[in-house]
């Protein structure tokens, strides 16, 4: 763990280079070094310290431009409320979320669908669903990383099996967890593993006892489900 002065600075860092707007993450890695808060050959969206701050302070990767031409930016949405008192620390570090700028090629080349990857980028652990308690929400979204990430390439094979996003990670608008259908495949793993994937069904080897269970695909209520990255209120569209 690093000192709380280190985290201070990189705090204060962070919210004077993107105070005045976006900022290109090679431009912030060379003003990162020059400061000396940022080794060499270090990258910014590796270093902890980096990362803590950025999920702290609210910043969001944004894509700028398509293919080699693009590059990703680092855009400040909003800052804390108050000093920092303590040093910035992410609860339960299993359930960072995916950031879409870290994404390894290999995993967006799995001909997973990039709305799926984009999606769960888009969730933020300090911010759960309604009727979802913290810790679980947590869990469900290091199970979604997990699944994307996946040596196994489980979401690769789901999206050619035909699940989709719906029959994954929908959820009911209110208390998701109570409705049988109510919710999907990702929510079922809580912690767990998935063992095998096939059209209609999958099999999750349960967290608690290591026993198997048998999720069924078309148990999930398609209509009645939204996706958690989308607004509430909107109708999930099938991506």
Not at 37 to 59: D, M, N, P, S, W
Not at 205 to 212: D, K, Q, T
Not at 222 to 232: F, Q
């Amino acid at each position: 763990m690093l000192h709380r002065r280190s985290e201070d600075l990189v705090i204060e860092f962070l919210g004077d280079a993107l105070a005045l707007g976006a900022l290109g993450v090679p431009e912030l890695e060379a003003r990162a070094r020059a400061a000396g808060l940022l080794g060499e050959g270090q990258r910014i969206t590796h270093a902890k310290v980096f990362k803590r701050t950025k999920k702290f302070l609210g910043i969001k990767s944004v894509r700028n431009g398509f293919g080699d031409g693009g590059e990703w930016l680092w855009r400040l949405e909003r800052r804390p409320a108050s000093p920092v008192s303590k040093p910035v620390s992410i609860e339960d570090t299993y359930a960072e979320a995916l950031d879409p700028e870290e994404v390894p090629a290999d995993v967006r080349a799995r001909r997973i669908p990039s709305s799926w990857i984009d999606g769960v980028a888009r969730l933020d652990h300090h911010r759960p669903l309604t009727d979802i308690p913290p810790h679980r929400w947590r869990q469900f979204l290091s199970d979604c990383n997990k699944f994307l990430t996946a040596g196994e390439n489980w979401a690769g094979r789901a999206a050619e099996l035909g699940w989709n996003a719906a029959t994954l990670f929908g959820c009911r608008r209110a208390r998701p967890l109570d409705h049988p259908g109510g919710a999907g495949l990702l929510w079922a793993i809580n912690g767990g593993r998935l063992v095998e994937l096939h059209r209609d069904w999958a099999v999750i080897e349960l967290a608690a006892n290591g026993s198997r269970h048998v999720f069924e695909r078309r148990r999930v209520d398609a209509g009645n489900v939204t996706l958690p990255w989308i607004e509430r209120g909107r109708r999930p569209g099938d991506v």
